[in-house]
């Protein structure tokens, strides 16, 4: 109904797979739908636009019962575009991958304790010891990081946030690292054939083993959210967070 309503307009609705070819991408669904739309606009540098289908919708820029005025606003220009970095995580083998939120590393075994060993341009930060190790943007400082504890990061803002995910020691808390810094993680094994999963942005898992690493850094392109003028970041805190309320 929407791609014939759009159609009317004189504007042509291409699929997902031509995303290269689009003027915008438009993602209908909620937080996650938004997620792997940008990770394929993003490197292409395709603005994003997100319809909240879903429940929470932190990220979206309008509902369903808006979409069409918030549509016309788009194609009128009266948008306002907000740049927002990402992460590149190179995993041992293969090429490198994007990330809007964040990067989960966590034990392979439910329930396992396991031991990080991180290093921040190549300088030793410390030894994680605990469920695992968010590695986040400050788009993600509102997910996974924040019920982990970590601080919020407003979303225009250049850093790297790395918060432990339920530490077994009360001196390791969340540490903002400066944006051109390169964090890898290494396996500190505890047990024989022990392994780490890392998450993408709750998706693309891959495992890491004994002597594998995984990288993390900033992506060279950003992603571009497209939203309305009034649309604030603390404005929306305070409606999907409840934000300051008593």
Known sequence: MLRRWLSSLGVRVLGSGQVSRAGAVVSLGGDG??????????????????????????????????VRPVLKKLLAGRLTITNRMMLEVVPPRGPGRAVVNDCVIQGAAPGRVVRLSVS????????????GL?????????????????????????LILLTP????????????????????????????GEKIVVSLDGREPFT?????????RRHRERLQILSERDHAFFG??????LWGER
């Open 165 to 192: 995910i339920c530490p077994h020691s009360l001196s390791q808390r969340p540490v903002l690292i400066p944006p051109e810094s390169v964090v890898e993680v290494r396996l500190e094994p505890r047990h024989p």
């Open 134 to 158: 968010i590695v986040a943007t400050p788009t993600g400082s509102t997910a996974y990081s924040l019920a982990a504890g970590g601080p919020i990061a407003c979303p225009e803002m250049d």
């Open 236 to 241: 929306v805190l305070r409606e999907k967070f």
């Open 208 to 216: 890491l083993g004994r002597g594998e690493r995984v990288l993390v």
């Open 120 to 131: 921040v341009n190549e300088e030793p930060l410390g030894t994680y010891v605990g469920d």
């Open 33 to 66: 739908t938004l997620l792997a739309a940008a990770r394929r606009a993003a490197p292409l540098g395709v603005p994003v636009l997100g319809v909240n289908l879903g429940r929470l919708g932190f990220l979206t820029a309008t509902d369903v019962h808006r």
